[in-house]
T-cell receptor, first 110, second 112 residues
Framework: NAGVTQTPKFRILKIGQSMTLQCTQD?????MYWYRQDPGMGLKLIYY???????DKGEVPNGYNVSRSTTEDFPLRLELAAPSQTSVYFC?????????FGPGTRLTVL | AQSVTQLDSQVPVFEEAPVELRCNYS??????LFWYVQYPNQGLQLLLK??????LVESINGFEAEFNKSQTSFHLRKPSVHISDTAEYFC??????????FGTGTSLTVIP
């Protein structure tokens, strides 16, 4: 199993551009999550999903959108990138109270 | 909502010395508790977890944590650290709904 995979690893965006961060898991987990990690702030939950077709907001959803059309995929969309969205983004899936994290996407908005 | 407090943002310790990383949480309901480790430029990996049963849980690489319900704490300890333990450590709490709340992290630096 590949576990949780994320693409791209790195990306630089200009203010106002849009992009989609991809996340895929091959463990057939129902629960999936998107977090952002900023220095000294820990992980903040952006969105999560309890299964295909169901998504819900986390702690910091503004400026982001998600969809969950399949169990495997949980993409995160940034429509109008802002410097405040410069961060490292982690996708995770969970089963039986254990989370599995992807390697992260480092995003810089200039 | 639940919250997690990691009291120490940075902990330097000499190799082979003991270490304790502190974690307190606030919750009025039953919780599950976790410690994750993050090595540079990597994602988080589960180190150990408390779900139920014995309040003392151990990891395969010598770390242990004890769930203390009265003090709402889940401190992480290791009796003798190695250089390879240098990493960021995150405490997390979860309710039965599979939502996880993370602390701000503790950077452990092991000094040769």
């Amino acid at each position: 199993n590949a576990g949780v995979t994320q693409t791209p690893k790195f990306r630089i965006l200009k203010i106002g551009q849009s992009m989609t961060l991809q996340c895929t898991q091959d463990m057939n987990h129902n629960y999936m999550y998107w977090y952002r990690q900023d220095p000294g702030m820990g992980l903040k939950l952006i969105y999560y999903s309890v299964g295909a077709g169901i998504t819900d907001k986390g702690e910091v959803p503004n400026g982001y959108n998600v969809s969950r059309s399949t169990t495997e995929d949980f993409p995160l969309r940034l429509e109008l990138a802002a410097p405040s969205q410069t961060s490292v983004y982690f996708c995770a899936s969970s089963y039986s109270q254990e989370q599995f994290f992807g390697p992260g996407t480092r995003l810089t908005v200039l | 909502a639940q919250s997690v407090t990691q009291l120490d943002s940075q902990v330097p310790v000499f190799e082979e010395a003991p270490v304790e990383l502190r974690c307190n949480y606030s919750s009025s309901v039953s919780v599950y508790l976790f410690w994750y480790v993050q090595y540079p430029n990597q994602g988080l990996q589960l180190l150990l977890k408390y779900l139920s049963g014995s309040t003392l849980v151990e990891s395969i690489n010598g770390f242990e944590a004890e769930f203390n319900k009265s003090q709402t704490s889940f401190h992480l300890r290791k009796p003798s650290v190695h250089i390879s333990d240098t990493a960021e450590y995150f405490c997390a709490v979860s309710n039965t709904g599979n939502q996880f709340y993370f602390g701000t992290g503790t950077s452990l630096t092991v000094i040769p």
